[in-house]
Structures are given as C-alpha cells and as structure tokens.
Nanobody, 124 residues
Framework: QVQLVESGGGLVQAGGSLMLSCAAS????????TGWFRQPPGNERECVAA????????ALADSVKGRFTISRDGGKSTMYMQMNSLKPVDTAVYYC?????????????????WGQGTPVTVSS
C-alpha cells in the first residue's frame, strides 16, 4: 500500500504561484508513474500532469502547458507541481496519484493510489 499526502494548496490571486508537494510513504513508488489531477467544483477529475518513474518523461494538459511543471525528487518519494501564472479556472481540489506501471497514462482509472487532495483557489 502507498499513502500519499498533499500539501501546498491555498488561496492565491490571479497571476500568482503555488507549489504543491506530495509525500509518499508505505511501499516504494520508485518504479511507478506519479501524477497530479484536479477536480473543479461540479466537474470531473482530470489529469493535469504526470511524470514517469525515471523523471525524464512528463505529460501536461494543454490548459497548463507553459505554466505548470511536474517533478520528482531524486529519492522518488516526493513529487511536486510548480504552478505559475495561475488563473481563476485553475481553482480546484488537486490530488496526487500513483500508477503501478512505468508508462504514463492520463485516465483516472489508470491510477491505483490517491491522496486526500489539497484545495487551490485562485481569485480574480
């Protein structure tokens, strides 16, 4: 089992930045894909970014390209998402997730472990 705990969410003005962190514990996630999803109020959960087990391949949603960056630390137990130039449409609960595989997928059903989520609110 893998436990995931997100941190770093909060309230920010449009144009501001936040960095989300996700700490993993329990079983190792070294060889797994990790991703960030978000769920705006009343909407479906969508994949924002994902990174492969080696940290050298990433996937980003078109809506965040050029603004968000996903990364993992050298020990592979923590991952991050730097969010810049935030917009009100980025308001959502953000979840980190782990996929027990080495290749990136972006569907919610492809991920096996989930954090509890951290809320991000971007004011205009």
């Amino acid at each position: 089992q893998v436990q995931l705990v997100e941190s770093g969410g909060g309230l920010v003005q449009a144009g501001g930045s936040l960095m989300l962190s996700c700490a993993a514990s329990g079983s190792t996630i070294t060889n797994y894909v990790t991703g960030w999803f978000r769920q705006p109020p009343g909407n479906e959960r969508e994949c924002v970014a994902a990174v492969n087990w080696r940290g050298d391949s990433t996937a980003l949603a078109d809506s965040v390209k050029g603004r968000f960056t996903i990364s993992r630390d050298g020990g592979k137990s923590t991952m991050y998402m730097q969010m810049n130039s935030l917009k009100p449409v980025d308001t959502a609960v953000y979840y980190c997730a782990v996929r027990k595989a080495i290749f990136i997928q972006r569907s919610r059903s492809d991920y096996d472990y989930w954090g509890q989520g951290t809320p991000v609110t971007v004011s205009s």
